[in-house]
């Protein structure tokens, strides 16, 4: 996406954590013919888009009546990044029908119109596996541990099916962390659940590990800065060559042990963990071990270096959560 590109842009889930972002990322480039779909209800989330600028705004209920009245025919990339992404959710035809059906209306109308298709995927679409994560991994192999997880997957699956992949691109999120999160509950990411828990108690709490290969704390994750995901996102979409299921990850694993190091480090705090039994429910639902495989990416072009972790924690924590700020809210240089 660039600066002079006319065309008008439909980013779902644009008030959400990596949507917003993603408006963000445009709007640095010089792009605000933007338009937002997304599901508000209570939330806090509305705070993200204030500092943003976009064209119009749509409910995501009214999404679909939109596109069939032709008040979107102006559209030329499609950002699909709404989507419940509750890997607790246990409502399993909701999720059937928010993140697989709406998904594959929308790529079905998109591919029809030859517009560019990026959609959200989700690295829980892999499932136990452990390590080197890659996109050459077969898609019919692969067993979700969760619900969320399995409705990526099946729509990664239709999209293979129906010949989708070599036109469109599913974008496997990793750990993504960073700034507009907030709204998000649960799901947060462990930086910003980790902030607030050492600002209140000044210790952490992580998940005693029930697999004797690996200690308490050093379960490993990619972690990856929005700021950086973003980049990746907006890559994918401008190399039109570029196409199928694409990891967005650091290509790095670190502990979460170095991850809980970082957010007292940004706090200047010392270190003070304590290790809790897992959940129940999280048993034999849990990754120990998460790495990109980011060949493909880096294979088409995105030379850009990756936020280390010690360095995305301590901007996330100094120049965002210390002041409340949002992106977009940053303060002039």
Known sequence: MTAHDPGLTLVTGGAGFIGSALVWGLNRRGHDRILIAD?????????????????????????????????????????????????????????????????????????????????????????????????????????????????????????????????????????????????????????????????????????????????????????????DAVEMTLHAAARKELNGIVNVGSGQAHTWIELMGAVFDALKMPHQIEFVPMPEQLRGKYQYSTLAVVDRLRGSGFDRPITSLACAVTEYVGNYLVPGRRLGDEAPA
């Open 39 to 227: 599901r508000l209800g209570r939330s806090e989330k509305w705070r993200n888009l204030t500092p943003l600028a976009f064209d119009d705004y749509l409910e995501a209920d009214d999404l679909l009546p939109a596109l069939e009245r032709g008040k979107l025919n102006d559209v030329k990339t499609i950002f699909h990044l709404g989507a419940c992404s509750a890997t607790t959710e246990t409502d399993a035809s909701y999720l059937a029908r928010n993140n697989f059906a709406l998904t594959r209306t929308l790529a079905e109308w998109a591919c029809q119109r030859n517009i560019r298709f990026i959609y959200a995927s989700s690295a829980a679409t892999y499932g136990a596996l452990e390590g080197d994560l890659s996109e050459d991994v077969p898609l019919a192999s692969l067993r979700p541990l969760n619900m969320y997880g399995y409705s990526k997957h099946l729509f990664d699956l239709h999209a293979a099916r129906r010949g989708y992949l070599d036109r469109i691109v599913g974008l496997k999120y990793f750990n993504v962390f960073g700034p507009n999160e907030d709204h998000k509950g649960d799901m947060r990411s462990m930086v910003h659940k980790a902030y607030h828990q050492i600002r209140h108690t000044g210790r952490v709490q992580l998940f005693k590990s029930e697999r004797p290969e690996f200690r308490d704390g050093e379960q490993l994750r990619d972690f990856v800065y929005v700021k």
